[in-house]
C-alpha cells in the first residue's frame, strides 16, 4: 500500500471515534492534542475517556453506532473490537468521503497513525503502512535513544534564525545556505558533546 505521508492541521476540525476502549483512548489524546473536537460514541468507555467526558473539545455518546455520528465529521476512526461494526464505519464514512483509519484492519482505511517520537516541536513519524505497527512502535523507541530533548533545543534556534532571515527579506536560496549551514553546526557540537561523555 502506497501512502502520501503529511502533517494535517486539526485545529477547527471534527473528529469521530467509534469505540471506547484503549486504541480509541490513544487516539482521542492524540486528537485532542492536536486541537481537534472529538466526539466517541461506545456502548462503554474504559475509565480513562470516562473521566475525561467534560473537557472543552470533547463529546462522548454512549450507544450504538449509527451513520448519523459521522455528520460534520473530517477524520473518522473504527476503533471497536468488533470488525463487523468497523467495516460498516469504514463503508459509511468512504461513501460520505471522510477519511477513515480502520485500527484492526489498518490497509482497509485512507489513513494511519504513524509511531511518532516527540521533541519540542520536531516530530519524527514511523510508519510500517500498517503493516506491523508494532515494529513502528519499537524502531520510534529505538530512535529515542538517539534523539534526546536537545534536538528540539536546537529546532528553537533555527526556527528564530529563519524568522531573523525572513524578516530582514534575505533571499530564499540565502536562508536555506545559513540554515544548513548553522544546523550542521549545532548537530556537529551536539554530537561532539555526546562523544565527550562517553
Known amino acids: 500500500m502506497s501512502t502520501l505521508a503529511l502533517n494535517i492541521r486539526m485545529d ?38 470516562a473521566s475525561m467526558k467534560g473537557l472543552t473539545k470533547l463529546e462522548c455518546r454512549n450507544g450504538n453506532y449509527t451513520k448519523c455520528d459521522l455528520i460534520n465529521a473530517f477524520l473518522v476512526i473504527a476503533a471497536t473490537d468488533n470488525a463487523d ?10 461513501h460520505l468521503g471522510i477519511l477513515v483509519a480502520v485500527v484492526d484492519n489498518p490497509t482497509a482505511g485512507d489513513c494511519i497513525f504513524p509511531a511518532i517520537l516527540v521533541r519540542g516541536d ?31 533545543d536546537i529546532l528553537e534556534q533555527l526556527a528564530e534564525e529563519r524568522e531573523k532571515l525572513l524578516t530582514n527579506g534575505s533571499p530564499a536560496t540565502n536562508n536555506v545556505q ?4 548553522l544546523s550542521m553546526r549545532l548537530l556537529t557540537e551536539l554530537a561532539s558533546r555526546k562523544e565527550s561523555i562517553q
Open 12 to 49: 477547527g476540525k471534527q473528529a469521530v471515534i467509534i469505540g471506547g476502549g484503549a486504541v480509541a483512548l490513544r487516539k482521542l489524546r492524540a486528537l485532542l492534542k492536536a486541537g481537534a473536537s472529538v466526539k466517541v460514541v461506545a456502548k462503554e468507555f474504559c475509565s480513562e475517556i
Open 85 to 94: 461494526v468497523n467495516e460498516q464505519v469504514r463503508a459509511d464514512a468512504s
Open 122 to 152: 520536531l516530530e519524527i513519524a514511523v510508519s510500517t503502512n500498517g503493516r506491523c505497527p508494532t515494529f513502528a512502535a519499537d524502531v520510534r523507541d529505538n530512535i529515542s535513544l538517539q534523539i534526546g530533548g536537545e534536538y528540539g
Open 178 to 181: 545559513v540554515l544548513r549551514s
